[in-house]
């Protein structure tokens, strides 16, 4: 069940201001302005082609914004290479899975904490960088445990279903120890248990103190999971606002199925 966090006397986690990106003559988001509150659930949605992956490519740091800035604590990240924001606590999962198939769910999760284990000369030396090793392995560990994994660690990617591909793919992603997690349509191929144990996952990791973006096209999973909606249409802001309100909009509907039924 969720709960309301719209935090609206905090200051925002992330920041989208003017946001324009260009390929050529396409205009793919066109003066994008929106504001993520911390320890809240945020959806990002859209019909097909409205700008959504390429906002999420803008803010993860895989494209440079033609025009505009993306604040993420106060801080302008806008143009920073994806590791780069990623160091900052901002980790994206992609909408196709990019598991290490061939390693087992341990060895991908430890991929995940790569960023707290820089092995250096001086360590080799004096042996730091072996407990460092054995300190991420553990919390790669207790990362598998939170997902309900712990006892597959030594099974590999491929031989998981669809639904624990997915939950492990965060898992990779949680075990960066982000402050916001940019999630990619997590919910594609999905049949409702998989979606329900998801669902739960996304509360636990906002519980744990994540904030989340996500992208995503089965409303009933957006609705029941956001505290806030931004939708787009055409790389603009087309309207903003609780579940509750964006699920009987018109110009929403309007935007989906030409206001043929609702939208939910």
Do not use: W
Request: hydrophobic share 40%; proline share 4%; net charge neutral.
């Amino acid at each position: 069940m969720k709960d309301d966090r719209t935090n609206a006397g905090a200051r925002p986690l992330l920041e989208v201001n003017g946001l324009t990106m260009r390929f050529g003559g396409l205009t793919a988001i066109n003066n994008l302005s929106f504001s993520v509150q911390p320890g809240t659930i945020h959806g990002l949605i859209g019909p097909n082609g409205a700008g959504k992956t390429t906002t999420f490519n803008v803010v993860s740091g895989y494209y440079t914004p033609t025009e505009g800035r993306v604040l993420y604590k106060g801080q302008d990240i806008s143009g920073l290479t994806m590791p780069q924001v990623a160091a900052r606590g901002l980790v994206r999962t992609f909408q196709h899975s990019t598991l290490f198939q061939e390693f087992s769910l341990l060895q991908n999760v430890m991929v995940g904490r790569y960023m707290h284990q820089r092995p250096t000369l001086l360590g080799a030396i004096l042996g730091t960088g072996a407990k460092a090793a054995r300190e991420n392995e553990a919390k790669a560990r207790e990362t598998l445990a939170f997902f309900g994994l712990q006892l597959r660690a030594h099974e590999l990617a491929a031989e998981l279903s669809h639904g624990h591909q997915r939950a492990l793919g965060m898992a990779v992603a949680l075990a960066a120890e982000p402050d916001m997690l940019l999630l990619d349509e997590p919910f594609t191929g999905m049949n409702p248990e998989e979606t329900r144990q998801m669902m739960d996952l996304m509360f636990k990791v906002r519980d744990r103190g994540v904030t989340i973006l996500l992208v995503e096209h089965d409303m009933q999973a957006i609705m029941g999971l956001c505290d806030r909606i931004t939708v787009m249409n055409f790389g603009q802001l087309l309207v903003e606002g609780a579940p509750k309100d964006i699920r009987n909009d018109p110009k929403v509907i309007e935007a989906y199925l030409g206001g043929a039924r609702h939208v939910a």
